[in-house]
């Protein structure tokens, strides 16, 4: 008995640190798209007419947040809902009961996920805009991602609780912050008329 209840700890605590595992892919799978968005159409000779639009530039801005999430959380909440299913299926006999959803998978999900996805598109959207090239705007955005792979091992580790709902709410404020930040910066360093000068 004891053998059996150290085994559904150590399940438990996987299952927690697994579900984590989706708020890195709600950063990861936007960034490619979003690091790609103003670069790539550079090189494509279709960035200076849509900088030449009437558009301001927080409506381009948007737009290309838009263009870049809405795929990502169809996919993403797609893969959550299998992810769920399967892990209850599997784990049900381990540990007696459906371990999710619960309250921790809930804000991972509504509240930590949504918010990683905004930040890695608005951190690869600013490094599009920065960079001279795809493969450095891929590099640059890569850097948002360190971390999301520090927790997800510390979690893995069992040093640090991804279980406990008061850290995942505190990874979700500072993901809003970092959000913010992003944005702010991206805006106020988003000019048409340098974009289309410098990259002539």
């Not at 989706?22 to 968005?37: D, E, K, N």
């Not at 993403?76 to 381990?94: A, E, H, N, R």
């Not at 991602?145 to 709410?169: H, K, M, R």
């Amino acid at each position: 008995a004891t053998k059996k209840h150290a085994s559904s700890v150590v399940i438990i605590d996987l299952l927690s640190a697994f579900a984590f595992f989706f708020v890195l892919l709600a950063a990861l799978l936007p960034l490619y798209l979003s690091s790609y968005s103003l670069v790539g159409e550079k090189t494509e000779k279709s960035l200076e007419p849509l900088l030449a639009t009437p558009m301001s530039d927080s409506e381009i801005l948007v737009g290309k947040y838009l263009a870049s999430l809405i795929p990502v959380i169809i996919a993403l909440y797609i893969g959550m809902t299998l992810f769920i299913v399967l892990s209850d299926l599997l784990t049900y006999k381990f540990i007696g009961y459906y371990f999710y959803p619960n309250q921790t998978s809930d804000v991972l999900m509504f509240l930590d996920a949504p918010l990683a996805m905004l930040y890695g598109i608005g951190f690869g959207t600013l490094a599009s805009a920065r960079a001279s090239g795809v493969q450095t705007s891929y590099q640059l955005g890569g850097a948002s991602l360190i971390p999301f792979l520090i927790l997800y091992v510390l979690g893995e580790a069992q040093i640090v609780d991804l279980a406990n709902i008061s850290n995942i709410l505190y990874i979700g404020a500072a993901l809003f912050i970092a959000f913010i930040l992003v944005f702010y910066v991206g805006k106020k360093s988003f000019n048409r008329e340098k974009i289309l000068t410098s990259w002539r």
